[in-house]
Nanobody, 122 residues
Framework: QVQLVESGGGLVQAGGSLRLSCAAS????????MGWFRQAPGKEREFVAV????????YYTDSVKGRFTISRDNTKDTVYLQMNSLKPEDTAVYYC???????????????WGQGTQVTVSS
């Protein structure tokens, strides 16, 4: 079992930055793919970024490339999402997810956090 707790969300003006954190417990994340997803009101949950445990590769959805950075600290069992140049369309609840074999599809993740709200004002 892996428990995930997100933090760092809040209200920010367009162009601003936030850093989300996802703290894991129960098992070390060093052998888990860690993903970030988001869900805006009235929309389906969508992939944002993933950090692969094997090889250390990272992948992003096109709309956040160059603005968001996913990183992990395995010694702290924490994954981060640094979000810069935020736009109103980034407003959503952001979720952290973990799985041994995660991907861009949310159904591939077994463990989920409760989410943290990010609101970007124009």
């Amino acid at each position: 079992q892996v428990q995930l707790v997100e933090s760092g969300g809040g209200l920010v003006q367009a162009g601003g930055s936030l850093r989300l954190s996802c703290a894991a417990s129960g098992r070390t994340i060093s052998s888990y793919d860690m993903g970030w997803f988001r869900q805006a009101p009235g929309k389906e949950r969508e992939f944002v970024a993933v950090s692969k445990w094997s090889g250390g590769d990272t992948y992003y959805t096109d709309s956040v490339k160059g603005r968001f950075t996913i990183s992990r600290d395995n010694t702290k069992d924490t994954v981060y999402l640094q979000m810069n140049s935020l736009k109103p369309e980034d407003t959503a609840v952001y979720y952290c997810a973990a799985d041994r074999f995660g991907s861009r599809r949310d159904r591939t993740y077994l463990y989920w956090g409760q989410g943290t709200q990010v609101t970007v004002s124009s």
